[in-house]
């Protein structure tokens, strides 16, 4: 699939009004997305756990315009209240998607969106957020075109969703999804991102993520600025080289089920993000103390046990605590015994992987 093959055709006929809603989740990456070109194509592949409970419920409702409006028309929501500060982020992704979607200013919507975390946990809703809106908007295009295969509403929702934020691209399907062009992966593709192709052990099927928010605030360094300083990086392009090896690594790994190999990688890309930070220009450090404290944690606990628990980092202080079901009592014995105490307010979320965004309206 190429770029135009995502622009809808000019003759379908849209109802005039109705009302959708897609619950899409948030995706935690194991081989990291650091550094980009425009319009979200990223400099290096990813693969990622399509999460469960970190979701965004986004409905939309629409009516037909009189006629096609010089800007968008649109009301936007969060948890049932007018969020206008919101709305230019919307307007940006609205002019990004126009192309792929043309009956957008033909339309007045209502989108009202709501997560199933607290907000201001420091857990990055833009994924979930952006991947549920997309889904509703291609959805009123399938409504236009019934016919449209499932495999094509994926790749296309997952194509609009990247265009709001990027790693929005990998939070469509479950359970573990692949993006970003990479020699060992046929069918891969900057664009949008697809479901793992090869076998995966039954070791990784279960797998739990408990997210320990160290720190609930907005972070200091937005992960456009971070993204943005992976140009002209001393290191970026031996990182871009060590993604896509560490993503070959894997293919032999998810297929054996070998967790300490997992571990190995899976912690070497969370720390290889963070260092990437710490050594642009200007250099910013988003892990906090309590960061440190528990992957110290972590480390000893797997020396002392070899339960197989590791961690992983997105662009924040929250640390993400993952480990196979079957050892699912021991670890939340841990963690509760051990890690909360670094917790702000002792807050955790306990996630799975997961299968997917659903339609609900
Ligand atoms: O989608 P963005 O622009 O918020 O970037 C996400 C970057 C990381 O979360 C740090 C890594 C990733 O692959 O999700």
């Known amino acids: 699939m190429i770029e135009k093959d995502f622009i809808s055709s000019n003759d ?8 959708i809603g897609w619950n899409a989740p948030s995706n935690i990456a194991l081989i990291k997305y650091w550094g980009k070109h425009v319009d979200q194509i990223p400099a290096n592949p990813s693969v990622s756990f399509t999460l469960s409970t970190c979701a965004t419920n986004t409905s939309l409702r629409f009516e037909k315009l009189p006629e096609k409006s010089s800007f968008f028309s649109f009301d936007f929501m969060f948890e049932g209240k007018p969020k206008i500060e919101f709305k230019p982020k919307i307007v940006t992704f609205l002019e990004r998607i126009e192309k792929y979607l043309p009956f957008l200013r033909s339309y007045h919507f209502v989108i009202d969106s709501s997560n199933s975390f607290p907000h201001s946990s420091g857990i990055a809703s833009s994924a979930s957020g952006m991947a549920a809106l997309g889904l509703c908007f291609l959805e009123m295009e399938r409504k236009a075109n019934p016919e449209m295969t499932s495999t094509y509403f994926n790749q296309k929702a997952s194509f609009i969703a990247r265009l709001g934020s990027g790693s929005a691209c990998r939070s469509i399907e479950g359970s573990l999804i692949q993006w970003g062009n990479t020699p060992s992966i046929d069918g891969s593709s900057d664009l949008f991102g697809i479901p793992y192709p090869f076998e995966v052990h ?9 997210i320990l928010l160290v720190h609930k605030g907005q972070k200091t360094v937005s992960s456009t600025v971070g993204h943005g300083l992976m140009n002209g990086h001393p290191f970026a392009q031996s990182r871009f080289v060590q993604a896509h090896q560490n993503l070959e690594a894997l293919h032999p ?109």
């Open 12 to 19: 379908l006929e849209y109802p005039t009004d109705g009302e």
């Open 202 to 210: 039954e070791n990784f099927k279960k797998f739990q993520d408990t």
């Open 253 to 361: 790994i998810f297929k054996s089920g070998d967790l300490e190999s997992f571990i190995k990688i899976v912690e070497s890309e969370a720390l290889t993000l963070h260092a990437m930070m710490m050594t642009s220009q200007p250099y910013f450090i988003l892990m906090l103390p309590n960061t440190l404290e528990i992957i110290n944690a972590i480390w000893a606990f797997r020396n002392k046990t070899k339960i197989p628990l590791c961690f992983t980092l997105d662009a924040g202080a929250n640390v993400h605590v993952l480990y196979p079901e079957s050892e699912k009592d021991k670890c939340m014995q841990f963690i509760q015994d051990e890690l909360i105490v670094f917790c702000e307010n002792q807050h955790y979320i306990c996630d799975r992987i997961g299968s997917g965004a659903k339609q609900f309206l």
